[in-house]
């Protein structure tokens, strides 16, 4: 089944402890981001790759890291936490992210509470 | 920047009605557009799509249609089922951005 899977779904943390969310999707995608959901706000994007080893800024890339090593994985990484990061993430990929036809598919979502 | 938006945060039918939901964009050059839908608890998942050299596209109980002119699209749901209640986003397929979404309620 065509999926993109994200981990953990649930964390609860304090700041400053870094943490990594990863990503996974087995679709053989080119593009994946990251975006953040806030109430009010709508899907932001933090960080975009549009294949391995290329990765660029969002509107939100403030306080996060990404990497691209492998096709599959898009790991979001948070280096020191902060409570405005509190927030719903969502991986997602498509087969080349932008121009017509190029679906993207989204994962189930991760629910991060930084305390 | 350029965006993509949408008119009215909330929208409340009755079961069986037809739900319309709106959205605006300021990219002219957009050429591709997309309407997703988030359940509660889920991540958004895609409904349909539209090229901007169509004025409309339908699917099984959804149309989409587009307004070059005015730079606007519309999602039509007919039949509004209970299932339907979710919050609806668009997007343009140059930029990916999403708007803050219509939350659509549909009352037994």
């Known amino acids: 089944e065509a999926q993109v899977t994200q981990n953990p779904r649930y964390l609860i943390t304090v700041t400053g402890k870094k943490l990594t969310v990863t990503c996974s999707q087995n679709m053989n995608h080119e593009y994946m981001s990251w975006y953040r959901q806030d109430p009010g706000l709508g899907l932001r994007q933090i960080y975009y790759?549009?294949?391995?080893?290329?990765?660029d800024k969002g509107d939100v890339p403030e306080g996060y890291k990404v990497s691209r090593k492998e096709k599959r994985n898009f790991p979001l990484i948070l280096e020191s936490p902060s409570p405005n990061q509190t927030s719903l993430y969502f991986c997602a990929s498509s087969l080349r992210g932008m121009g017509a036809g190029n679906t993207i598919y989204f994962g189930e979502g991760s629910w991060l509470t930084v305390v | 920047g350029e965006s993509v938006g949408l008119h009215l945060p909330t929208l409340s039918v009755q079961e069986g009605d037809n739900s319309i939901i709106n959205c605006a964009y300021s990219?002219?050059?957009?050429?591709?557009f997309i309407w997703y839908k988030q359940e509660s608890g889920k991540g958004p998942q895609f409904i349909i799509d539209?090229?901007?050299?169509?004025d409309k596209r339908q699917g099984q109980r959804v149309t989409v249609l587009l307004n070059k002119t005015v730079k606007h699209l519309s999602l039509q749901i007919a039949a509004t089922q209970p299932g339907d209640s979710a919050v609806y986003f668009c997007a343009s397929n140059d930029d990916m951005r999403f708007g803050a979404g219509t939350r659509l309620t549909v009352k037994p």
């Open positions: 790759s549009m294949n391995v080893e290329v990765t």
């Open positions: 990219n002219s050059a957009s050429d591709y």
């Open positions: 539209i090229r901007s050299n169509m």
